[in-house]
C-alpha cells in the first residue's frame, strides 16, 4: 500500500508524489491487529485542529475517470488500526445490494460495469492508503510507480477479484460521472453495509448515479443463511450530488476528484445502510470533496486536511 500519513502518537508525517513519476510514495507495514473496520466499534470522536471528526472507517479519498487506461480509484484508512480488506467491495452500479442473494451465481452486468472485491489477505494499515488501477502498465507509465492493486492485467500488483462483470474482465468509469460505491459484505448476511460512496462527474445517465437500496431492492434481499427471509434495507437519502466534471485531457497530469474533509455533519449519521448507521448516500461530496476542475492527479498521496490523528486503539 501507498504510506500517504503515518501514525506515531499523535503525529502524522506526510509523503510527496512527483507527478512525472521520480519520486513514488515509500510502502508502509501492513503489521498491526485487524479490524473489520477502520477503529472498530469506536466512534468518530477525535477531532484535529480543524475540528473535523475522524470517521471510523475507510473512505474513497481520490478517483480519476480519464483516459481510460489511466483511471485509478484510492481508499484511504483514516484509523489506528489495520483493515482486512477481503469483506470489501467496490462497485459502480447499484446491483451491489444484491451481492448477498448471488450465491447461485452473479447476474452479468452491462459492458464495464462491475462488482469487484479485495483478493483474500489484503489489508490496509492504519494511515495508509490503496491505490486501485484500471490497468498496471499504463498507470506505471504514467505515474512511475506499481498500484496496489489491478483490475485487469495484473502482473506484480495484486489483482482484484471480479464478482460480477460484463463481458468482459474490465472496468471503465465514465466520465461523465456514475456512482463508486464501496461496501463491506461478511458472506453470511442479508445485507451489504455502506462504506463510502461518491459521484465523480456531473452527469450520469439514468441508472448510474446514486439509486436508493429500497429500489434496487424493494422486497429486501434473503442471503446465504438459513432462514429464507429476506431483510429489508433502510430507505437511502440517495442526495449525494454529482461534482463538476474535469479531466478533460488525455495525461497522467491532468484533474482528478480528490477528498478534502471528512464526513462530519455534511453526512447524516442514524437511519442509514452503513457502518454505525450512516446514510453514505447522503454525504454532501460538493462541502467533503474539492470542486476544482483543475485539480491534479495524486496517487497514493492523501492531502494534509486528512492527516488528522487517528480514532480507535493504535
Same mark, same amino acid.
Not at 485542529?49 to 480519464?66: D, I, R, W, Y
Not at 462491475?114 to 492504519?126: I, K, N, Q, Y
Not at 438459513?226 to 461534482?243: F, H, I, K, N, W
Given at each position: 500500500?501507498?504510506?500517504?500519513?503515518?501514525?506515531?502518537?499523535?503525529?502524522?508525517?506526510?509523503?510527496?508524489?512527483?507527478?512525472?513519476?521520480?519520486?513514488?510514495?515509500?510502502?508502509?507495514?501492513?503489521?498491526?491487529?485487524?479490524?473489520?473496520?477502520?477503529?472498530?466499534?469506536?466512534?468518530?470522536?477525535?477531532?484535529?485542529?480543524?475540528?473535523?471528526?475522524? @470517521?471510523?472507517?475507510?473512505?474513497?479519498?481520490?478517483?480519476?475517470?480519464?483516459?481510460?487506461?489511466?483511471?485509478?480509484?484510492? &481508499?484511504?484508512?483514516?484509523?489506528?488500526?489495520?483493515?482486512?480488506?477481503?469483506?470489501?467491495?467496490?462497485?459502480?452500479? @447499484?446491483?451491489?445490494?444484491?451481492?448477498?442473494?448471488?450465491?447461485?451465481?452473479?447476474?452479468?452486468?452491462?459492458?464495464?460495469?462491475?462488482?469487484?472485491?479485495?483478493?483474500?489477505?489484503?489489508?490496509?494499515?492504519?494511515?495508509?492508503?490503496?491505490?486501485?488501477?484500471?490497468?498496471?502498465?499504463?498507470?506505471?507509465?504514467?505515474?512511475?510507480?506499481?498500484?496496489?492493486?489491478?483490475?485487469?492485467?495484473?502482473?506484480?500488483?495484486?489483482?482484484?477479484?471480479?464478482?460480477?462483470?460484463?463481458?468482459?474482465?474490465?472496468?471503465?468509469?465514465?466520465?461523465?460521472?456514475?456512482?463508486?460505491?464501496?461496501?463491506?459484505?461478511?458472506?453470511?448476511?442479508?445485507?451489504?453495509?455502506?462504506?463510502?460512496?461518491?459521484?465523480?462527474?456531473?452527469?450520469? &445517465?439514468?441508472?448510474?448515479?446514486?439509486?436508493?437500496?429500497?429500489?434496487?431492492?424493494?422486497?429486501?434481499?434473503?442471503?446465504?443463511?438459513?432462514?429464507?427471509?429476506?431483510?429489508?434495507?433502510?430507505?437511502?437519502?440517495?442526495?449525494?450530488?454529482?461534482?463538476?466534471?474535469?479531466?478533460?485531457?488525455?495525461?497522467?497530469?491532468?484533474?482528478?476528484?480528490?477528498? &478534502?474533509?471528512?464526513?462530519?455533519?455534511?453526512?447524516?449519521?442514524?437511519?442509514?445502510?452503513?457502518?454505525?448507521?450512516?446514510?453514505?448516500?447522503?454525504?454532501?461530496?460538493?462541502?467533503?470533496?474539492?470542486?476544482?476542475?483543475?485539480?491534479?492527479?495524486?496517487?497514493?498521496?492523501?492531502?494534509?486536511?486528512?492527516?488528522?490523528?487517528?480514532?480507535?486503539?493504535?
Amino acid at each position: 500500500m501507498r504510506l500517504c500519513s503515518v501514525v506515531l502518537g499523535f503525529a502524522l508525517l506526510g509523503c510527496s508524489f512527483d507527478p512525472a513519476g521520480s519520486s513514488p510514495p515509500a510502502s508502509g507495514d501492513a503489521s498491526g491487529s485487524m479490524s473489520d473496520a477502520a477503529a472498530g466499534s469506536d466512534a468518530a470522536s477525535n477531532p484535529d485542529g480543524g475540528g473535523q471528526v475522524v @470517521p471510523p472507517h475507510l473512505l474513497f479519498s481520490e478517483v480519476k475517470t480519464h483516459p481510460l487506461d489511466l483511471e485509478f480509484i484510492e &481508499i484511504f484508512n483514516p484509523g489506528c488500526e489495520a483493515v482486512e480488506l477481503s469483506s470489501y467491495h467496490v462497485a459502480d452500479v @447499484p446491483d451491489y445490494a444484491l451481492v448477498p442473494s448471488w450465491t447461485g451465481g452473479a447476474p452479468v452486468l452491462a459492458n464495464q460495469d462491475v462488482v469487484l472485491r479485495f483478493p483474500d489477505g489484503a489489508t490496509l494499515a492504519s494511515g495508509e492508503v490503496a491505490v486501485i488501477a484500471r490497468e498496471e502498465a499504463t498507470f506505471l507509465a504514467g505515474f512511475g510507480f506499481l498500484p496496489d492493486y489491478s483490475i485487469r492485467a495484473a502482473t506484480v500488483s495484486e489483482q482484484m477479484v471480479f464478482v460480477a462483470r460484463g463481458t468482459s474482465e474490465s472496468m471503465e468509469l465514465r466520465n461523465e460521472g456514475e456512482a463508486l460505491i464501496l461496501v463491506r459484505w461478511d458472506g453470511a448476511s442479508d445485507l451489504v453495509t455502506d462504506v463510502d460512496v461518491v459521484v465523480p462527474g456531473d452527469a450520469p &445517465i439514468d441508472g448510474q448515479g446514486i439509486v436508493g437500496k429500497q429500489d434496487v431492492a424493494p422486497g429486501g434481499v434473503d442471503g446465504p443463511d438459513e432462514d429464507g427471509v429476506a431483510t429489508q434495507y433502510a430507505s437511502d437519502a440517495a442526495t449525494l450530488p454529482a461534482m463538476t466534471v474535469r479531466d478533460a485531457g488525455t495525461s497522467a497530469t491532468v484533474g482528478a476528484y480528490q477528498r &478534502i474533509r471528512f464526513e462530519g455533519p455534511a453526512e447524516v449519521a442514524i437511519g442509514g445502510n452503513g457502518i454505525e448507521g450512516h446514510d453514505e448516500t447522503s454525504e454532501d461530496t460538493r462541502e467533503t470533496w474539492e470542486q476544482d476542475v483543475g485539480t491534479l492527479p495524486t496517487p497514493g498521496q492523501v492531502p494534509d486536511s486528512l492527516r488528522a490523528p487517528c480514532v480507535g486503539p493504535g
